[in-house]
């Protein structure tokens, strides 16, 4: 992974729109994901491959939560979430182009794939990580590699809901009165980490020129947050559009995104990656 090679990331539309049901093969792997609208679940029925064992993600990309789930008949498992499940609006299945996952298989990659996710910007619902069951370790390498094309056919989609754990992304710092906020790039989202303290104040001219960010940062530190008098901590890992406003975020304040985050050797992001 530190020198990936070309991919070729192929999605067809059935129906001719992107509101339908999507399609998504990656090259040199051995999987495709279906990509299913909420409001699109009866059009799922007539994909044989949507009957078969899979791993799946149920995301809402606007409230940014995702849950991980393995069936041996999506399709089946699908139609119950859509009734016991009110938080999501689109599931990701992702089913072998040979037809050669097992149950087995699919349980071992929930497992990986929960595990993961505890490092992704997402929240998920899943509230522990399923017991690892046994494969044969002929498969290992497999069931990896296919974690990994998961990974990236889901963040080219915009879901961060597993990190890579094969690269090692720099870390930005934040440090402004109270606030010391870490940071990493997460596919095209940057997401300040969990243990990051975030001081309370903020200037009143950042309020009175961005209130509804005055408003975000509050519900984030109430939905995200643990209180410590001046500060809060995050507890979770909170993913922002860009570094400009996360800094904006993080420091209640106007700032040049370029200059306010530094790598852990003070450098500048400016300097690291402008002028390198």
């Known amino acids: 992974m530190n020198n990936p090679k070309p991919r070729l990331i192929q999605t067809y539309l059935p129906d001719g729109t992107l509101e339908g049901i999507r399609v998504i093969e990656l090259s040199?792997?051995?999987i495709k994901a279906f990509v299913i609208p909420r409001l699109q679940l009866k059009n799922a029925k007539v994909r044989d491959e949507l009957l078969r064992p899979s791993i799946y993600f149920l995301v809402s990309s606007s409230d940014s939560l995702g849950y991980i789930g393995e069936s041996e008949n999506f399709f089946h498992?699908?139609?119950?979430?859509?009734?016991?499940?009110?938080?999501?609006?689109?599931?990701?299945?992702?089913?072998?182009?040979?037809?050669?996952?097992?149950?087995?298989?699919?349980k071992y990659l929930e497992?990986?794939?929960?595990?993961?996710?505890?490092?992704?910007?997402?929240?998920?619902?899943?509230?522990?990580?399923?017991?690892?069951?046994?494969?044969?370790?002929f498969k290992l390498h497999t069931l990896q590699k296919i974690l990994d094309d998961t990974q990236l056919i889901?963040?080219?989609?915009g879901y961060d809901i597993l990190a890579s754990p094969n690269i090692k992304e720099d870390i930005w710092v934040c440090?402004?009165?109270?606030?010391?906020?870490k940071a990493q790039f997460r596919g095209d989202k940057f997401?300040?980490?969990?243990g990051s303290?975030?001081?309370?104040?903020?200037?009143?001219?950042?309020?009175?020129?961005?209130?509804?960010?005055?408003?975000?940062?509050?519900?984030?530190?109430?939905?995200?947050?643990?209180?410590?008098?001046?500060?809060?901590?995050?507890?979770?890992?909170?993913?922002?559009?860009?570094?400009n406003h996360a800094g904006g975020f993080a420091t209640g304040r106007n700032v040049n995104a370029w200059l306010v985050w530094k790598d852990e050797s003070g450098q500048t992001m400016d300097e690291v990656m402008r002028k390198g």
């Open 197 to 243: 303290k975030i001081d309370k104040s903020y200037a009143p001219s950042w309020g009175e020129k961005w209130p509804k960010s005055l408003v975000e940062r509050e519900e984030i530190f109430a939905k995200f947050g643990r209180d410590l008098g001046e500060t809060i901590e995050f507890t979770e890992n909170v993913a922002f559009r860009s570094p």
């Open 191 to 194: 997401v300040i980490l969990k």
């Open 175 to 181: 440090k402004a009165k109270n606030t010391e906020a």
């Open 77 to 106: 498992r699908v139609k119950n979430h859509d009734q016991n499940k009110q938080f999501w609006d689109v599931a990701v299945a992702i089913v072998s182009t040979t037809n050669s996952l097992e149950k087995s298989d699919v």
């Open 111 to 137: 497992s990986l794939a929960v595990e993961r996710a505890q490092s992704g910007s997402m929240t998920i619902e899943n509230k522990t990580v399923p017991i690892r069951n046994n494969v044969h370790e």
């Open 28 to 30: 040199d792997s051995s």
């Open 154 to 157: 889901l963040t080219s989609l």
